[in-house]
């Protein structure tokens, strides 16, 4: 069984930085896409970035390209969301999710996801 556990959400300012960390088990971790998705408060969860199997395709939101880099390393069964210039309306729960198929688009739905996050930006 796939079991996927975010970590490093917090209470920042804007300005700041905060590295997000997925820790995926139950299965081969580098047979799967992972991603990032975000759901503020009263709206709908949207895409904010996905990498493919292995580090050669990532994918972002139009919202944090430029600001948010999403890496990973198989040997930890890890994947990092790394969130620089963070923002008022950042400020949402982060889930990660993975799937062994993987598409580089924000409709991309993976299977298995984590319980999420909450990262909170102050103005």
């Known amino acids: 069984q796939v079991r996927v556990v975010e970590s490093g959400g917090g209470l920042v300012q804007a300005g700041d930085s905060l590295r997000l960390s997925c820790a995926a088990s139950g299965s081969t971790f580098s047979r799967y896409a992972m991603g990032w998705w975000r759901q503020a408060p009263g709206k709908e969860r949207e895409f904010v970035a996905s990498i493919g199997w292995t580090s050669s395709i990532t994918y972002y939101a139009d919202s944090v390209k430029g600001r948010f880099t999403i890496s990973r390393t198989n040997a930890k069964s890890t994947v990092y969301l790394q969130m620089n210039s963070l923002k008022p309306e950042d400020t949402a729960v982060y889930y990660c999710?993975?799937?062994?198929?993987?598409?580089?688009?924000?409709?991309?739905?993976?299977?298995?996801w984590g319980q999420g996050t909450q990262v909170t930006v102050t103005s």
């Open positions: 999710a993975l799937d062994p198929q993987y598409r580089a688009s924000a409709s991309w739905s993976p299977a298995y």
